[in-house]
């Protein structure tokens, strides 16, 4: 059975809040721009299947983190990883 992707990658998008980081993420992932968009509350998860050649795919795990102060989740992400 061959496997559906190769690899796997976690991407942490953060900044701060209102810049579009919503917006941008799912159009990358869904191909659409959304006209109106609630406030991200901690951590959002998208992904998405990439072929970066034929027949070999990436799957791309993207957390679109809240721009504000309370929500700082790439420290608790950071550490997360690190203990992987």
Known sequence: ???IWL???R???IG???VGKSCLIRRFTEG?????SDPTVGV????RLVEIEPGKRIKLQIWDTAGQERFRWERCACARA???
Request: cysteine-free; hydrophobic content about 45%.
């Open 1 to 3: 059975m061959e496997a």
């Open 7 to 9: 690899y796997q990658f």
């Open 11 to 13: 991407l942490i998008v």
């Open 16 to 18: 701060d809040s209102t």
């Open 32 to 36: 659409r721009f959304a006209q109106v």
């Open 44 to 47: 959002d998860f998208f992904s």
């Open 82 to 84: 690190e203990r992987r």
